[in-house]
């Protein structure tokens, strides 16, 4: 399944097209809720979401701070006491827009390391978002 994401996803030329099949990709290997938070500027400039969870403003403040520190920001976790969702940050280069990746685990049936293959799509999710950005950024 990330062999097949990481080819489809090198071959699209759209940020919206990119979270999206990033959302959904994520969501047929955990079987859970996704969403991703683009930001640029310090600003929410896109939310995609597949599952059945209506994101709640605990989850945008979730996303944010793991974008903030860097780190994954776990739901029920201090800072994210609200959250449903566990975050993990996307780092991009400079300029683009940054990502944060939120997976809505049941408590009862988390997953032993989900961090290996959550972080395995999101550098792939900057390397496309980067080259996107960076081929619409020049002159």
């Known amino acids: 399944m990330l062999q097949t994401y990481s080819r489809d996803v090198a071959g699209i030329d759209n940020a919206k097209a990119i979270v999206s099949i990033t959302c959904h990709t994520l969501a047929a290997l955990f079987q859970v ?3 991703v938070i683009l ?3 310090g600003k929410v400039v896109s939310v995609e979401k597949v599952g059945n969870i209506a994101l709640q403003e605990a989850e945008i403040e979730a ?15 201090y800072p994210a006491l609200t ?4 975050f993990w940050p996307v780092k991009t280069t400079a300029g683009g827009p940054r990502a944060a990746i939120g ?10 390391a989900p961090s290996t293959s959550v972080d395995i799509v999101g550098r792939f999710l ?6 996107q950005h960076f081929r619409h950024a020049r002159p």
């Open 39 to 41: 930001v640029l500027d």
């Open 83 to 86: 959250s449903r969702f566990d």
């Open 126 to 131: 900057a390397l496309a978002l980067d080259r």
């Open 33 to 35: 809720p996704v969403v």
């Open 103 to 112: 997976l809505a685990f049941d408590p009862d049936e988390r997953p032993a």
């Open 63 to 77: 996303a944010q701070s793991s974008l903030a520190t860097g780190l994954v920001v776990s739901a029920g976790v």
